[in-house]
C-alpha cells in the first residue's frame, strides 16, 4: 500500500509541476502558468494618469467606466537612472526598450547608445505595428518606440527616423515637423516613397492597401474640451482594422497624451475630459479583445502628473472637488491593468521595465 501511494504521489507532482513553472527572478518568487500567449497586444497609456486620474474616469463619466472591465491589477514603480521622478521619455524609453534611463532620454541608454525597441523586435518577426496619440506623433512617448535621440526635444530629429520606421500605421498630430523644415527636407514625400498613404485633413473612412500616415494637427492636436471630437477612439479603430489584417499578429500603442498636460496645467476639468476620452478608447480595445480572443490588453501611465488629488468639498464628503498639488510630475506608483492572454503576469509590484519584458515575454519567446 505504501509503495502503490508513493507512486500516487509522484504521478500527481509530475503533472502539476508540468503545468505550473516556478521561477526566482530578482529574489522574488513567481507562478507563471503556460497559459495561451497573445499573438496581439494593445498597450494603451494614459500619460500622467495615476490612481485618482483613474477615479475621476468613474465618479465624472455619464457612461459605465470600461475600467471596471479588468479584473488583472498591478503597481508599478517609475523611477528614471537620472530622477527619483521620471519624465515621459524616460518612462517610455522603459516601457519600450527595458532599460533604466535619463530623463529626457528616446530610445537610448544611460550612455546615450540606441537600445532596439519592441516595435522594431516584433517587426523583425512579421507583426505589424501602431502608435497612436493626442499629442503630436514626435512627442516623447510615441517617439521612444520608433527614434532614437539623446533628448526628447530634438523633434526634427525624432520626425526624420519614421519614413523608414517598422511603423505600419501611426496616427496624431505634428504636421509642422515633417514639413517646413529647418533642413529643407519634406517628410512627407520621403513617407510616401517608402509605402506610406499621408493623410493631414481627417481621418480616412477607410484604410488603403498601403501604410498609414495620419497627421492632423501642427503640433498636438486640440483638447477634448476643445472639440477635438472622438479622434481618439476612431483612430485606435481604424489601427485595429489595419493591424488585424496580419498573419502574424501585431503591437499597437495608444496615448492619451493630454491627461498629462491637464495635470501640468493643474485644469481638472482639461484633465477628466482627456481621461473620459481614455477611457472611452479602452472600450473600443477591450470590445476588439472580446471578438479577437488572442488580443491582450494593457492599460497604464508612465507616471502621475500634477498631484490629483479627489478631496471633499468644504468637508462635505458626498460632494468632491479636485485639487492638485503640483504643476509637475509626482513619484507615486501607477497601476497596471491587463486583460487577455498572459494577463496574470502583470500582477504584483514591480520596476515599470517589466512591462517591456513581459511583452517581449508573450510576443517573442
Known sequence: MKKTALVVLI???TIFTSCVSVQVKDNNLTTSTNSQKPKNIILLI???MGLSQVSSSLFYNDESSNFE????????KTSSSSDLITDSAAGATAFASGIKTYNGAIGVNSDTIPVPTLLEEVSKKGLSTGLIATSSIVHATPASFFSHVKYRRQYEDIAAFMPTSDVDFFAGGGTKFFTNRKDGRNLYSELEQNGFQVYTDKLPATISEKKEAILLAEDGMPKKI???????PEATQLA??????SQDGFFLMVEGS?????????????????MIDFDKTIGIALDFANINK???VIVTAD??????????EGGDYNKIKPSFSTGGHSSTMIPVFAKGPGAELFNGIYENTEIYHKMKQLLLK
Not at 69 to 76: D, K, N
Not at 240 to 245: E, G, M, R, S
Not at 258 to 274: F, K, P, V
Open 303 to 312: 507616471h502621475e502628473t500634477g498631484g490629483f488629488t479627489l478631496a471633499s
Open 46 to 48: 494614459g500619460d500622467g
Open 69 to 76: 472591465r479588468f479584473s488583472t491589477i498591478g503597481l508599478i
Open 11 to 13: 504521478t500527481f507532482l
Open 240 to 245: 485595429l482594422q489595419k493591424l488585424a489584417k
Open 294 to 296: 488572442e488580443t491582450l
Open 258 to 274: 493630454q491627461i498629462d498636460w491637464g495635470g501640468h496645467s493643474n485644469e481638472a476639468d482639461y484633465l477628466i475630459g482627456e
Open 226 to 232: 476643445d472639440g477635438r471630437g472622438d479622434f481618439l
